[in-house]
T-cell receptor
Framework: DAKTTQPPSMDCAEGRAANLPCNHS???????VYWYRQIHSQGPQYIIH???NNETNEMASLIITEDRKSSTLILPHATLRDTAVYYC????????????FGQGTILTVHP | NAGVTQTPKFRILKIGQSMTLQCAQD?????MYWYRQDPGMGLKLIYY???????DKGEVPNGYNVSRSTTEDFPLRLELAAPSQTSVYFC?????????????FGAGSRLTVL
């Protein structure tokens, strides 16, 4: 599985867009990019995933560069409840089971 | 559809005691995982299973054992509890397929070893 690199922490003002980057320069053609978040010791929660195209759902948008070596998770109007640890993971659908997490990015949304 | 269910939610053990953390999923997922998360730290993979009867070690397997006799259940066994095993434990599952497959987590089991 491709290794991912994320900044350890980021800040964002409430109501502004939060843009969380992820580098996955060794991603292979069949690997998806997934984003999860974990709010204060709760179980991590799925946010969004993508393969090549940009994706949007009710929670966020995912922008994947054309070469697929990096991506950005966008929370369009961050709220205080978006303060969490955000994990970027790269995984193929049928690739063998082992699935590890990096340290993620601690996003702090300020009033 | 309950998703991933973990029991107990909280447990306090004495050093040297044994216990089993239960994990069950009702989504017919073939892959299941156990993670631990120490305070202020990220998720560390303990063990995982790709199907009934098949388990494998993750990043931090020492002090733990698992079994997978059914697709639904993936219990984690602590044989001789140590203070270093004080942590929050998360179970997760996913369905491996040719497309995308999302990991679903349980709510966690908080274990304290005194």
């Amino acid at each position: 599985d491709a290794k991912t690199t994320q900044p350890p922490s980021m800040d964002c003002a409430e109501g502004r867009a939060a843009n969380l980057p992820c580098n996955h320069s060794t991603i292979s053609g069949n690997e998806y990019v997934y984003w999860y978040r974990q709010i204060h010791s709760q179980g991590p929660q799925y946010i969004i995933h993508g393969l090549k195209n940009n994706e949007t759902n009710e929670m966020a948008s995912l922008i994947i560069t054309e070469d697929r070596k990096s991506s950005t998770l966008i929370l369009p109007h961050a709220t205080l409840r978006d303060t969490a640890v955000y994990y970027c993971i790269v995984k193929g659908g049928t690739s063998y089971g082992k699935l590890t997490f990096g340290q993620g990015t601690i996003l702090t949304v300020h009033p | 559809n309950a998703g991933v269910t973990q029991t107990p939610k909280f447990r306090i053990l004495k050093i040297g005691q044994s216990m089993t953390l239960q994990c069950a999923q009702d989504m017919n997922h073939n892959y299941m995982y156990w993670y631990r998360q120490d305070p202020g730290m990220g998720l560390k993979l303990i063990y995982y299973s790709v199907g009934a009867g098949i388990t494998d070690k993750g990043e931090v397997p020492n002090g733990y054992n698992v079994s997978r006799s059914t697709t639904e259940d993936f219990p984690l066994r602590l044989e001789l509890a140590a203070p270093s095993q004080t942590s929050v434990y998360f179970c997760a599952s996913r369905l491996a397929s040719s497309g995308a497959n999302v990991l679903t987590f349980g709510a966690g089991s908080r274990l304290t070893v005194l």
